[in-house]
C-alpha cells in the first residue's frame, strides 16, 4: 500500500533550526509537496520537489532523495508564528496526492 | 483580491440531514478537490473535477455528492449515507496541470449532532 510517515509532534526553541522528515512509499512518484498549516485554516503551499537535492526558500529549504524515499523539511531561525502543522504529500504515478497525518511544531521562546 | 473561498466557517446539523458546503474560486483553475481532514489521518480525497461538467470519486466518496456546473464553483452535499460526516472539509484548486501546486479554501467545520 501507498503510505507517507512524518512524526506526530516536534518540540524546538525560538531562533533554532528544525528539521521535519517524511518517508513515503508510494506506487510512482511524480514530486513530493510540503504545507503549512495553522490550527484551523487551509494549508499553505511551503515548496515542491521531484529531482533530488535542497531547494531553498529564504528560512525554509526542502531536501528530496528518491532512492531513499525520504524528505524533510528544514526552518531555520524559529519564529513563534512557525507553530503549525507541517504536511507532507506525495504524487503517485496516477497524480494523486497522499497527504501524511502532519507533523505539530510547537516553538517556545 | 483571488482566491477560493468556502462557507459557512461552521457548520451544525441533525443527524440525518443533508448539508452542501459551497466552493468558489475565482482563480480560473480547471481543476477542483474537495478533502475531508480528520485529527490524526492524512487529508483524505472524497471528489475531484478537472472539468466543468466532470468529477471522479476519489478514496472516501461513499455518502458525498458533488456538481460541477460552473467552473467558478464545486458545491460538496453531505448525505445522510455518509456515517461519520463530522469532520473538517477543505476545497482545493489547481490549474489542470498534473502537478500543478493545489491551493486549498479556509475549510468548513462540520459537525453533526
Known amino acids: 500500500g501507498q503510505n507517507i510517515d512524518q512524526p506526530t509532534e516536534m518540540t524546538a526553541t525560538e531562533g533554532a533550526i528544525v528539521q521535519i522528515n517524511c518517508t513515503y512509499q508510494t506506487s510512482g512518484f511524480n514530486g513530493l509537496f510540503w504545507y503549512q498549516q495553522h490550527a484551523g485554516e487551509a494549508p499553505t503551499f511551503l515548496s515542491y520537489?521531484?529531482l533530488d537535492g535542497l531547494e531553498e526558500k529564504g528560512r525554509f529549504s526542502s531536501f528530496l532523495s528518491r532512492s531513499k524515499g525520504y524528505s524533510y523539511l528544514l526552518l531555520k531561525e524559529l519564529q513563534m508564528k512557525d507553530s503549525a502543522s507541517y504536511l507532507c504529500?506525495?504524487?503517485?504515478?496516477?497524480?494523486?496526492?497522499?497527504w501524511g497525518a502532519g507533523t505539530k511544531l510547537i516553538i517556545k521562546p | 483580491d483571488g482566491g477560493i473561498t468556502q462557507s459557512p466557517k461552521y457548520l451544525f446539523r441533525k443527524e440525518g440531514q443533508n448539508v452542501t458546503l459551497s466552493c468558489e474560486q475565482n482563480l480560473n483553475h480547471d481543476a477542483m478537490y474537495w478533502y475531508r481532514q480528520d485529527p490524526g489521518q492524512g487529508l483524505r480525497l472524497i471528489y475531484y473535477s478537472q472539468i466543468v461538467n466532470d468529477f471522479q470519486k476519489g478514496d472516501i466518496a461513499e455518502g458525498y455528492s458533488v456538481s460541477r456546473e460552473k467552473k467558478e464553483s464545486f458545491p460538496l452535499t453531505v448525505t445522510s449515507a455518509q456515517k461519520n460526516p463530522t469532520a473538517f472539509y477543505l476545497c482545493?484548486?489547481?490549474?489542470?496541470?498534473?502537478?500543478?501546486?493545489?491551493?486549498f479554501g479556509p475549510g468548513t467545520r462540520l459537525t453533526v449532532l
Open positions: 520537489n521531484v
Open positions: 482545493a484548486s489547481n490549474g489542470g496541470g498534473h502537478t500543478d501546486t493545489q491551493y
Open positions: 504529500a506525495c504524487m503517485d504515478s496516477n497524480y494523486q496526492l497522499i
